[in-house]
């Protein structure tokens, strides 16, 4: 009995797998690896979030909600197209533009400032977007303009110690150094063990 009840849950892993790949349309981004999941919920998470886009193919929303699928599991590639065409369905939704942003701003930065700059057009009150937003920027080497978006999330949370932290290290390079301490002491203020403020301020 023992050998039986593994050997059916063995199979009927490979069923709810197996069942992920073949009722999905080809042009469903599928994930490497695939076959290889062992996790039933993460199987059955996958086949209705695929499900749901197969039945409609130009909802925004299925789309978007089968990347947050890919994207919390890793699979960023596939993530990546599923927000891409969300964003393309409905250009003026914040949250796929962001997620889009989240999941591109260090691998691609050029493409996530240019994502972040239509988000914060749509939804200039989050204050988050910002800081990332300023990521970007600053890895294209747009300093300028990822101050201002740092001050903007600052305005907008000032209990946020990475807007000063930022700022700090901006202010750093830019060798304005009464700034750089005042920043760097206001993200320590806010977050006492930010090990990246104590480093920048021993230099």
């Known amino acids: 009995m023992k050998c039986f009840a593994v050997i059916s849950i063995q199979c009927t892993i490979f069923f709810v797998v197996t069942s992920v790949c073949l009722v999905a349309k080809d042009w ?23 499900n749901t886009l197969q039945k409609a193919p130009e909802d925004a929303n299925a789309w978007g909600n089968l990347a947050k699928v890919y994207h919390i599991h890793g699979w960023e590639a596939e993530a990546i197209q599923c927000y891409r065409r969300a964003t393309e369905i409905v250009p003026t939704e914040f949250r796929w533009l962001y997620y889009l942003g989240l999941i591109t701003y260090k ?13 914060v057009s ?25 101050e201002q978006q740092l001050k903007r999330a600052k305005e907008l949370d000032p209990s946020n110690p990475f807007s000063d932290l930022w700022l700090g290290e901006l202010a750093l390079a830019d060798m ?19 090990s990246e403020a104590h480093a920048v301020m021993a230099q």
């Open 122 to 146: 749509i939804n200039p009150k989050y204050p988050a977007v910002y800081v990332y937003y300023a990521y970007a920027l600053r890895s294209t080497g747009r300093l300028k303009g990822a």
């Open 107 to 119: 691998t691609n930065p050029k493409e996530a400032a240019n994502t972040f700059a239509k988000a």
């Open 176 to 194: 304005r150094f009464n700034d750089a301490r005042k920043h760097l002491q206001s993200a320590l203020n806010l977050n006492p063990k930010q």
């Open 28 to 50: 469903i981004p599928q994930p490497h690896g695939l076959l290889k999941i062992s996790n039933l919920k993460l199987s059955e998470s996958i086949k209705t979030a695929q």
